[in-house]
């Protein structure tokens, strides 16, 4: 069967980007125990920052890149003090912030169509036209290589920083009882608020690579967050390293489910996943019960 | 001397901690009961195990000393005769204090409460209740508007509308006024003088040793000591485990 | 006038729509954002059977209704495990999932084509073909839709669920076997929304997926948030302000795609507005 290294090479690329997603969903999750549903602006608004400062200004690619992603992390900075962070220390219930996200992200996404329409858009004019890469009788382009390349070194990055940085204890602190950490003498809001950045960051730079790779519509974003929500279910809320897991588990599912049933049943084999784990294993593979 | 309830070796197991470690007591009937234990001493988990919050890992629950159940189910509580208080207060806030009590004495089949017209019998019920708690003139208010105090006197309204045979109280006393105290406990000794069967969990001791027929010990989920409240409270290791926690 | 009667009809149809959501999202507490799929699989079924099998409307709509509440049973069984923010998830789930069967069974829904050329309602020779006659028709089912939810909200059935959204486990021990209320709401709920679909696909005589996505879902959840969670006037308010507004948009002389966007960012902007200032909504009796 040699179409199979290339469902797994596919498999490979859509998880990397899940994972960066997903990773990014997980740790703010971890930090302030809610669902953001926002959190797919951050890729969508980077991704058409980059579109714009590209198109329309002369500043080269490389720090329009950078520009982009801290787009990304300036609109998380934004979105966490004047959205989040007053919602939490009313300590509004889950679902306020559920819902407050969900309306954040439709205002940021129909800001985007209004401003640059819903036109699907490419950002592969960009670059020099991609070299593919033969690997083990399946093909990728450089820039798949590089995205899956990516996601493993933001994982590795998050490893580091989490288990040996301080900031990264305090981080883990917050994640597992922000009150006993608020006692300890960690200021939990600023560490709430960098986190908020940080994730918003990584996630910009998952939209930025699905950019280049797939191309940009105002969804984008919301779409990444979908398996980002799903992968994170999967491998374990809260989790760093289950959303790493559970994010390529949902590429493989994905990916080898199409090859049963056509490409257009993506989206529900996807959550058929999700809801399978909801009702199984809800804290997820890695998660605690 | 007839048991309204025996546990027979019942245990809960959580992250590999037995909150309750093969307990078994019997509660006898028509009596005030009271459990005491420090804090983590497993009363309140062994109430929410009896009560269906959570599962029995093993053993079981023996109710009139008759049948035996291994597994219990929230919605069986009531049919065994049960019923209870919170600890940390649970009415329901963003309805009416008289809805509060009417909810618990609606018909329990899905299409009867469809068409359960609340009878006098019912609203009947509901006033008695409110007034013997004080709050009937309150009825129309939305239970969040109520202080503290009157939420703990609500709970237990709603308690004894259900008329279970056996009544857990769990810390009742916390956070009320002295006329409150006073009516709270002349509620569970009129409980025990129309036979009900009165559970009651409690840290003050001037209380238990008033109100109780019986005490029973907990120490980290097993049994210490039993007997009359003198007894028990002057009990050396029922002391010792106090001091020591 | 004929835009009077257009409008008002379209407020007729989500005034259904909400009322239905708020039974389960208000009164119940079960945020759900699937009932867009609900809408769906009614006005599906209804448009299919009147138009390619020659049913009368009246009958396929009543079929489009049981099958929603079949679908509904199914999915309630399903989500009862859902708590919180969990239940939302998995309601978005389906939600995506109804839409992918939408656009993909193309031998029964056409896809992406979509279903045209639904004929109006008629019986008994009399037809509702015309905006005047189909108002009176779709006045008399929110009377109807209003008139059922009243039932169910005052009876102590309705208790019940107002109590399993204060505190569900609380209201177990008094014997009530929560699962199965929260089942049987969903299904009056969904078998509601179907209503509201049939006579939708009857109304605009041609459907689409892009009818009944996560954006409808949304829509329609924005409605009861504004107009208020467990109430019944709070969701016909919030559908009456939240149909005129885009309307009143037009006349400010947008283009249609940037108005169409400028009504999706209000409904999101709406939603934080509510949850930072007033969770409770304009007219709702439910505080989230």
Known sequence: MDILPQIILNSLIAGSLYALAAMSFNLIYGVSRSFNLAHGVFATVAAYAVLFLAFHTAIPLPLTITLGILMAVLLGYLLERSIFRPLRLRK?????????????????????????????????????????????????????????????????????????????????????????AKIVGINTNAIIGIVFMIGAGVMGLAGILAGFDTGLEPHMGFILLLGAAIAAVVGGVGNVYGAFLGAFILGFAENFGVFFVSGEWKYAIAFGVLILFLLFRPQGILGKK | MTYALQTKNLSKVFGGVHAVDHLSISIPKGKITGIIGPNGSGKTTLTNVLTGFHSIDS??????????????????????????????????????VLDNILVVLTERGLFASLFDSHTTFHKNTAQEVLTRVGLWEKRNENAVNLSYGQRKLLEIARALAVNADVVFFDEPYAGLFPEMVK??????????????????????????????????????????????????LADSKVIEAYLGA | ?????????????????????????????????????????????????????????????????????????????????????????????????AYTVFINWQSVTNGPLGVPGIPRPEIFGLSFSNSW????????????????????????????????????????????????????????????AALGGGLLASYLTYIDPGTFGITESIFVLSIVILGGLGSLRGPVVGALILVLLPEALRFVGFSPDIAAQMRVLIYGLLLVIMMRYRPQGLLGEYKL
């Not at chain 2, 009129?190 to 009900?196: I, V």
């Not at chain 3, 009246?58 to 049981?66: C, Y």
């Not at chain 3, 969990?86 to 939600?95: A, K, N, R, S, W």
Request: proline share 1%; charged share 15%; glycine share 8%.
């Open chain 1, 92 to 180: 509004a219930s889950n679902l306020v912030l559920l819902i407050a996200s969900l309306g954040a992200s439709i205002v940021v996404e129909a800001l985007i169509a209004i401003f640059f329409s819903s036109q699907f858009q490419t950002l592969s004019s960009l670059l020099p036209p991609f070299g593919t890469l033969h690997i083990l009788g399946g093909t990728l382009t450089d820039l798949q290589a590089f995205i899956i390349i990516c996601s493993v070194v933001v994982l590795g990055v998050f490893w580091l920083v989490l288990s040996y940085t301080r900031f990264g204890k305090a981080v883990r602190a917050v994640s597992d009882d922000e009150e006993v």
């Open chain 2, 59 to 96: 053993g079981a629950l023996v109710v009139g000393g008759e049948k035996e159940y291994e597994r219990i189910h929230s919605y069986d509580v009531r049919n065994l005769g049960m019923t209870r208080t919170f600890q940390n207060v649970r009415v329901f806030e963003q309805m009416s």
């Open chain 2, 183 to 232: 009516l709270v406990s002349g509620i569970m000794q009129e409980l025990r003088e129309t036979g009900k069967t009165v559970v009651l969990i409690e840290h003050d001791m001037a209380l238990i040793r008033e109100l109780c027929d019986h005490v029973i010990v907990l120490e980290a989920g097993k049994l210490l000591a039993e007997g009359k409240p003198e007894e028990v």
């Open chain 3, 1 to 97: 006038m004929e835009y009077i009667f257009h409008l008002a009809i379209l407020f007729s149809l989500f005034a259904i729509f909400a009322i239905a959501l708020d039974l389960v999202a208000g009164y119940t507490g079960l945020i759900s954002v699937c009932h867009a799929a609900f809408y769906g699989i009614g006005a599906y079924t209804t448009a299919l059977l009147v138009q390619s099998v020659g049913l009368n409307f009246f009958f396929a709509l009543l079929i489009g209704m049981l099958l929603t509440g079949i679908v509904a049973l199914i999915l309630g069984l399903v989500f009862s495990k859902f708590k919180g923010d969990y239940y939302v998830l998995g309601t978005l789930g389906f939600t995506y999932i």
């Open chain 3, 133 to 192: 006659s189909f108002l009176i028709l779709s006045a008399i089912f929110v009377g109807v839709v209003y008139a059922l939810a009243r039932f169910v909200v005052s009876s102590s059935f309705g208790r019940v669920l107002r109590a399993i959204r204060e505190d569900e486990e609380a209201i177990a021990i008094f014997g009530y076997r929560t699962s199965a209320f929260k089942l049987l709401i969903f299904i009056i709920s969904a078998m509601s």
